[in-house]
C-alpha cells in the first residue's frame, strides 16, 4: 500500500506568516511522529501521537508550534508567526504502535519548509 | 542525558574495500538501535535493527553494551552503497533519537 504521505513537498513563506503541513500516515498505523531535520544536522523529534492524544509533546521547541490528529489518521503541524530559524525540513513517520518490539518508524518525504 | 553520537560526517572508501559506520549511544535504560539510510532522492527509511540480528545489503550491526556501540559494517562495499545513514535511538516507546548522520561515498 502507499506509504506515509506528506504536503506540500515545499512552501516558501514570508517571516510572521502560518503554515500547516499536513501528514498522512500508513493506514493503520496507530503511532505518528513530527521530526524537524536542519541543515546538515540530525533529525530531532517534535511530537508523538498514539491515536488522537500526544503523549509526549516535549520536542516542541516554542509555544509557536502546536500539532493535532484526528480521526486516527490525518496530523497536522502548524507553525505561527515564522521565523527564520524555523526553516527546516519537517518529517513524519508513522509505525503500527508504539508498543515495545523494535517496530519500526516509517518516514515521508518531508515538508521542506523555508522562511524568507 | 540520551544521544546518539557519529563521529564520522563524511566516509569515503573504494567499491570492493570494507566499511565501517561508526556510532556510540548514551542511554540508562535497555537500548534498542536502529540503522536507517537515505539513498539520494529517496525517504529515509529502515535498514536493519540490532533485535533481528539481521544482515541487510550485506550490512551488519552488534551492539556492544559495554562499548556502548552499534557500529554498521560491511565486508566489501558496493558503489550504491553511497548515502547518508543515520544511526538512532528508541527511547522507551516513543520517540527516536538520531544522530547527526554519517554521509557514506563509495569511490569506483
Known amino acids: 500500500g502507499a506509504g506515509v504521505s506528506q504536503s506540500p513537498s515545499n512552501k516558501v513563506t514570508e517571516k510572521g506568516k502560518d503554515v500547516e503541513l499536513r501528514c498522512d500516515p500508513i493506514?493503520?498505523?496507530?503511532?505518528l511522529y513530527w521530526y524537524r531535520q536542519r541543515l546538515g544536522q540530525g533529525l530531532e523529534f517534535l511530537i508523538y501521537?498514539?491515536?488522537?492524544?500526544?503523549?509526549?509533546k516535549s520536542g516542541l521547541p516554542s509555544d509557536r508550534f502546536s500539532a493535532e490528529r484526528t480521526g486516527e489518521s490525518v496530523s497536522t503541524l502548524t507553525i505561527q508567526r515564522t521565523q527564520q530559524e524555523d526553516s527546516a525540513v519537517y518529517l513524519c513517520?508513522?509505525?503500527?504502535?508504539?508498543?515495545?518490539?523494535?517496530?519500526?518508524?516509517?518516514f515521508g518525504d518531508g515538508t521542506r519548509l523555508s522562511i524568507l | 542525558a540520551q544521544r546518539v553520537t557519529q563521529p564520522e560526517k563524511l566516509l569515503s572508501v573504494f567499491k570492493g574495500a570494507p566499511v565501517e559506520l561508526k556510532c556510540n549511544y548514551s542511554y540508562s535504560g535497555s537500548p534498542e538501535l536502529f540503522w536507517y539510510v537515505q539513498y539520494s532522492r529517496q525517504r529515509l527509511q529502515l535498514l536493519l535493527r540490532?533485535?533481528s540480528r539481521e544482515s541487510i545489503k550485506g550490512f551488519t550491526a552488534d551492539l556492544n553494551k559495554g562499548e556502548t556501540s552499534f557500529h554498521l559494517k560491511k565486508p566489501f562495499a558496493q558503489e550504491e552503497d553511497s548515502a547518508m545513514y543515520y544511526c538512532a535511538l528508541k527511547m522507551g516507546a516513543q520517540k527516536l533519537v538520531f544522530g547527526q548522520g554519517t554521509r557514506l561515498t563509495i569511490n569506483p
Open positions: 540490532h533485535i
Open positions: 513517520a508513522s509505525s503500527p504502535s508504539s508498543g515495545q518490539g523494535g517496530e519500526p518508524q516509517h
Open positions: 493506514s493503520g498505523h496507530t503511532a
Open positions: 501521537f498514539q491515536g488522537n492524544s500526544a503523549p509526549d
